[in-house]
Each structure stands twice: as structure tokens, then as C-alpha cells.
């Protein structure tokens, strides 16, 4: 009689150290599934930002003067960042890069956060990036 019960408890421990086995693997799953979802969304965020700074500043280019766009724009979060090089705009989140090019190289970027509502306007050929006023 003690030999069936110490058989039924060991297949109880075995069919529990399965189930656990399995459970463990699935979370290994299901942890990289969220580490790249985490990284498409952050260079899907990165090349918007880019995409609206480029598509703006270039349409600006090339209307007239004293002609002005503007747009909400929110991106200033933590190891997130924009740079401007000669006809080239560069956005960088975490481990993430994105980048556009421009047809002008005459900005003048007068904005520190870039959170809200930017313009941008065309002034004696130049494209200003500047906050509403």
C-alpha cells in the first residue's frame, strides 16, 4: 500500500516538473516577442519624427517667402534625440536610428523641446524651425 502512494506522488511531481518546464519556455517566448515589439515601436516612432521634421522643412523650401506650416510634434522623451547635419536630419531613441535628407541646408533651428505644436517658416530663404508664437 505505501509503494502506490509514494508512485502516485512521484508521477504528481513529474507531471508538475512539465508543466513548469513548459511554462518557463513559453516566457522565454514570450519575453523576446515583447523585446522586439518594444524595438519595432520605437524605430516606427523614430522614422514618423524624422518622416513629419523632413516632409515639412522640405515643403516649406520650396514655397515662398513669408509662407508658414505648422505641426504638433511630440518626441522628447528619455535617450530619445534630433539632430541637424548639412542636409540631413537625425533621430536617435535608445539603440534605434532613423534619418532623412533635406533639400536645403539653410535652417536655422530655434527650438530646444520638441513637444507641441512646431512652425515652420520660410523667411528671405531660410527655413526657420521655431516654436508658434
Known amino acids: 500500500m505505501l509503494d502506490n502512494k509514494g508512485q502516485v506522488s512521484m508521477e504528481f511531481m513529474v507531471s508538475i516538473l512539465a508543466v ?10 514570450f519575453a523576446d516577442r515583447s523585446n522586439i515589439n518594444m524595438e519595432s515601436s520605437q524605430k516606427w516612432s523614430a522614422q514618423n519624427t524624422v518622416s513629419v521634421f523632413s516632409r515639412n522643412i522640405n515643403t516649406i523650401f520650396l514655397m515662398d517667402n513669408n509662407s508658414t506650416l505648422c505641426d504638433y510634434i511630440y518626441w522628447n522623451k528619455i535617450n530619445q534625440s534630433i539632430f541637424m547635419n548639412a542636409n540631413t536630419i537625425q533621430v536617435y531613441a535608445g539603440d534605434t536610428y532613423a534619418d532623412s535628407s533635406l ?31
Do not use: A, P, Q
Open 103 to 133: 533639400i536645403t541646408n539653410n535652417v536655422i533651428w530655434n527650438i530646444t523641446d520638441i513637444n507641441g505644436l512646431i512652425c515652420f517658416s520660410k523667411r528671405n530663404d531660410f527655413v526657420y524651425v521655431e516654436y508658434d508664437n
Open 20 to 29: 513548469l518546464l513548459v511554462f518557463i519556455f513559453c516566457m522565454g517566448i
